[in-house]
């Protein structure tokens, strides 16, 4: 029989354990898929030079969401560089691009469906994969959902989704809705929904930012590590130096990161206290005068009566493109002194009065990044609201040289089943959705509405307490929650309970471990296709992907494909909706022809959702097409270049201002109050927030929750992105590990933990040591690296590593034993309740020792 063990990691006996008995091994399919890659594509050792073309994609790598082209000779995928038609970034890059090629072509993925032969599940517990056809594996989906429609319970289908391209709303959203299933789980609460709450709830705008670099003057940035990580690293990277030349910058950060070595000013915050430092600002901001008058108006007669500790009239002063400036002064930011805040965050008082003068004579061509290290945290949507309300003081808020929005794009959306959904469905989509959202403690208050967002990480508990239920079918896609969500432990333990979990996945990752079935899945960027958005440089840009190199391995198309698969089974057995749906909506837009297979269904779905984008016949802006063909070629879109000021009191929010005190928080959560039949101060509560009254309203200082009694776990964990991840999924990779060192106090090809050698010292522990990391949730084993870049009493850690499954590379040895360790068996699973988000960051509570 075709399958390989645990033992297999030895590159040496690879090959050989073909037919080595029922256990799970790593070449799933049987033969090198490489090698077998190449057969396909005739590839040759004596191709001449340049014999190859240049075809655009996009790189998936993190939610910069390049445009790209690859070289492709003879059928392989060699060489990547920025696609010289994007008008955000050109041709430049990050320094993850080329591991792309080493996910792409890692000897070690999944080549061919597989099912689990042993019917229990446990971390030691080998799933004993055996492969089976694609035919049986969609058969068995379909035996599953046609059970769940029999007994009426559609609802306990669940579908979880991790990375994705918008074409994922095939498989996810209407795919998950036509069987009748309200469960469709997005990863958004695991990666930056305080961040979107934070625009939200002072400009109306859910999204994230764009920011004009080429043109400020002063970037203040707390927790961004543009260099590294956030959104369109490679277009930072390349103009970076140039701003420097332009532009001071200061970075707030616990860490020294890539961008702080690059910075004029560091500074080590106290984990968890931005908010105390972005209110000393504002603050100072108002006492200085150094308000944005043409944004943010003037007292009538144009004398500043912002005085520390003092009450200001409201009607001496004249707003013009804001609410509530005064309201915001009376309630909160009269006492947020400099001294008030010394002492909370670490921050001397001369250096945030000098970081005041800093950006009031940068105005408005300045601007305040926010990482997710500052917002997903516990208490952290009003340090959200904060950072970018000194956006908004500083008139920084669509402002040459200050803080953007993102250009819009004309794109179709994916077509919706809601038509298609029959009785039985729409019984099914009644139930309340598994992630509990929009209860009292979740109100996960996504464009200001209750429940409107989701809550991730909820879905673990959800299955260990059966309620509201307890899911029969859970499908995984692109996801890998038992490794990247913290209190990963909860998710093994919660997918041990479900009936029939399956996995759309390249390689087998620790969500697979615990799955009944596997199906193979194309790699984002060279076998598929797909669509992305990013913006940055005054533009926003869609750019697809597309399938380029042949598969590696018996391999289809997974967000449209894969339904359709399963649609026509389920057809064959009398349940036609969602085969319907897939028929009628997903017509070739050009030829009107029907989808007959899975890479062309996707095909089409591209083209119809870009269709306004390539169509002459239906052209609203940006870049002009003559048809799908250029618009292929070329693949990728730019818009118009940015309107400034254009949405200045024209912001969707409910003043049409933007809000100091945001009148859209407070109806959101009255709103969710009355639901619940209590009042705001309950709802504060019940979401662990301290405040009371209006200040729920206004950015307001919350002190951080800390987790761990700080005499058992005296320092505080900062996680951070490595410069070299590409989320969870680059692990696997040569490249990766022997580079590790490309970020500040790290190390080749180990996982280790950054500690000031004052702590060190503290604790006996001397550079290179092996260490145990313990929090209240758990313990991990990795490296001492000592390093003064972090801020003493803290130790930072980059995540990404910890795998014990996912290959013999990310693994110390596959399915048994990790490599470094994860952060996420430290992290509790604790939230920020407002936007439903994981949090990640704040006070957390750790013990070092000796291993
Ligand atoms: N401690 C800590 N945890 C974090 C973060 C952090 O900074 N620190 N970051 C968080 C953030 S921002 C995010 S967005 C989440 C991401 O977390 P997830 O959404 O869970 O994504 P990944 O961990 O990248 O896992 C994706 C999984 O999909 C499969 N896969 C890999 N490549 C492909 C492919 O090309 N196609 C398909 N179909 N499947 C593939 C693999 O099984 C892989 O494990 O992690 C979060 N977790
Ligand atoms: N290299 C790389 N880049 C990526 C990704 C990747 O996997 N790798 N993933 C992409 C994804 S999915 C996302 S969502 C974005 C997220 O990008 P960002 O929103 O910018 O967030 P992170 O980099 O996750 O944020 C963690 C940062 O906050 C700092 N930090 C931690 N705690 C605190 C604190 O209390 N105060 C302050 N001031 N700082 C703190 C950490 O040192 C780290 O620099 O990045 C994307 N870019
Ligand atoms: S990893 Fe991110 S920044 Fe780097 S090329 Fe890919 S999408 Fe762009
Ligand atoms: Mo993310």
Redesign the pocket.
């Known amino acids: 029989m075709n399958v390989i063990n645990k033992e297999s990691f030895d590159i040496s006996r690879r090959r050989f354990l073909i037919g080595a008995g029922a256990a799970t091994s790593l070449a799933l399919f049987g033969v090198n898929p490489i090698v077998k890659a190449m057969d396909k594509a005739g590839y040759t050792t004596t191709a001449s030079v340049n014999s190859g073309q240049w075809v655009a994609t996009t790189c ?1 790598g993190c ?1 910069s969401f390049c445009a790209k082209q690859v070289y492709v000779q003879q059928g392989r995928a060699l060489h990547i560089r920025g696609n010289e038609f994007s008008k955000v970034h050109g041709t430049s890059s990050c320094p993850r691009q080329y591991i792309a090629l080493q ?1 792409q072509y890692d000897p070690d993925r999944l080549a061919q469906p597989v099912l689990r032969t042993n019917p229990k599940k446990g971390r030691d517990i080998d799933p004993q994969f055996k492969p089976i056809s694609w035919d049986s594996a969609i058969a068995l989906i379909a035996d599953k959902i046609m059970a769940l429609r029999e007994s009426n319970e559609t609802h306990k289908y669940v579908a979880l ?3 994705y391209s918008e074409l994922s709303d095939v498989l996810i959203k209407n795919f998950t809705q036509v069987i009748g299933s309200p469960n469709d789980i997005t ?1 958004s609460a ?3 929904e305080a961040d979107k709450l934070g625009s939200f709830f002072t400009e109306g705008d859910w999204g994230y930012r764009q920011y004009d670099i080429q043109d400020t003057r002063y970037i203040l940035s707390f927790g961004v590590d543009p260099l590294s990580a956030n959104r369109q690293v490679s277009y930072y990277c390349s103009e970076w130096g140039n701003t420097l030349d332009k532009a001071q910058v200061a970075i707030v950060d616990p860490r020294y990161s890539a961008s702080a070595a690059k910075a004029d000013e560091w500074l080590p915050i106290e984990p968890g206290q931005d908010g105390a430092l972005g209110l000393a600002l504002a603050h100072q901001v108002l006492v200085l005068g150094g308000w944005h008058k043409p944004f943010v108006g003037d007292f009538n007669d144009g004398i500043n009566r912002f005085i520390a500790n003092r009450d200001v009239d409201e009607n001496t002063f004249n707003e013009l493109h804001t609410h509530g400036l005064v309201h915001w002064w009376n309630s909160v930011l009269k006492t947020c002194t400099p001294e008030w805040a010394e002492p909370l965050c670490g921050i001397s008082k001369q250096q945030i009065e000098r970081l005041a003068i800093k950006l009031v004579d940068a105005a408005p061509r300045v601007q305040i990044w926010r990482s ?1 290290g500052v917002q997903m945290q516990h208490r952290g949507a009003y340090t959200a609201m904060t950072l970018h309300a000194l956006n908004g003081l500083l008139g920084a808020i669509d402002q040459e040289g200050g803080v953007l929005k993102w250009n819009s794009v004309p794109a179709n959306k994916i077509p919706s089943s809601k038509k298609y959904v029959d009785e039985i469905g729409a019984n099914g989509l009644k139930h309340e959705k598994i992630d509990r959202r929009g209860r009292l403690e979740f109100p996960a208050l996504k464009e200001g509405k209750s429940g409107g967002g989701v809550v991730t990480n909820a879905v673990a508990q959800s299955i260990l307490e059966a309620d509201p239920y307890l899911p029969k079918v859970v499908l995984g ?5 038992s ?4 209190g990963a432990k909860r998710w093994e333990e919660a997918l041990t309970k479900v009936d029939f979990v399956a ?5 087998v ?4 471990w615990y799955a009944d079935l596997l199906l193979p ?5 060279f076998e598929r296709w797909g669509i992305q958005k990013t913006s940055g440089n005054r533009y926003s840009q869609l750019s697809i992907t597309q399938p380029l190199v042949p598969a590696m391995g018996e391999i289809h198309e ?1 967000e449209c494909g894969i339904p359709w698969l399963i649609a026509k089974e389920l057809a064959s057995r009398g349940f036609t909706e969602p085969l319907d749906y897939l028929t009628q909506e997903f017509r070739d837009p050009e030829t009107g022809k029907s989808p007959t297979s899975p890479q062309e269904i996707a095909e089409y779905a591209t083209k119809i959702v870009t269709q306004p984008l390539w169509d002459p016949q239906m052209y609203k802006s940006g870049d002009r097409f003559s048809g799908w063909e250029e618009f292929r070629q070329k693949g990728i879109w730019n818009s118009e270049p940015y309107l400034f000021r254009a949405r200045w009191s024209h912001m969707k929010t409910a003043t049409k201002k933007f809000e100091f005190y945001s009148d859209t928080l407070k109806l959101a959560l009255e709103k969710h109050a009355k639901k619940h039949h209590v009042g705001v101060d309950e709802v504060m509560q019940a979401t662990g927030y301290t405040a009371t009254g209006e200040k729920a309203f206004m950015p307001h200082y919350e002190p951080p929750f800390r987790y761990g009694d700080p005499k058992q776990y005296p320092l505080l964990l900062v ?3 490595s410069r070299l ?5 680059s692990a696997n990779t040569p490249w990766y590990q022997n580079n590790l060192d490309i970020d500040p106090g790290s190390r080749k090809n180990a996982d280790v933990a950054k500690i000031n050698p004052i702590d060190a010292n503290a604790l006996g522990i001397q550079d290179g040591d092996p260490i145990t990391i313990t929090s209240e949730q758990g313990s991990i084993h990795c490296t001492a690296s000592l390093f003064e870049g972090v801020r003493p009493g803290t130790i930072a850690k980059a ?1 990404g590593q910890g795998h014990w499954a ?1 290959g013999r590379i990310a693994s110390d040895k596959f399915g048994a034993k990790a490599r470094g360790g ?3 068996e430290l ?1 509790p699973p604790a939230y920020e309740r407002l936007s439903g988000s994981s949090a ?1 960051y704040g006070q957390i509570g750790v013990r070092v020792e000796k291993a």
Do not use: V, W
């Open positions: 998936n939610t996910e989704r991790g990375r990863h695991l990666c930056a997710r896609y692109f996801n890998n929650f490794f990247s969500a913290p996995h759309i996945t390249t390689n990752s620790e969500f697979s899945a194309p790699h984002f960027m997974d996680d951070h992105k991840n590409r989320e969870g999924r995540y996912y994860n952060n996420n992290l990640f």
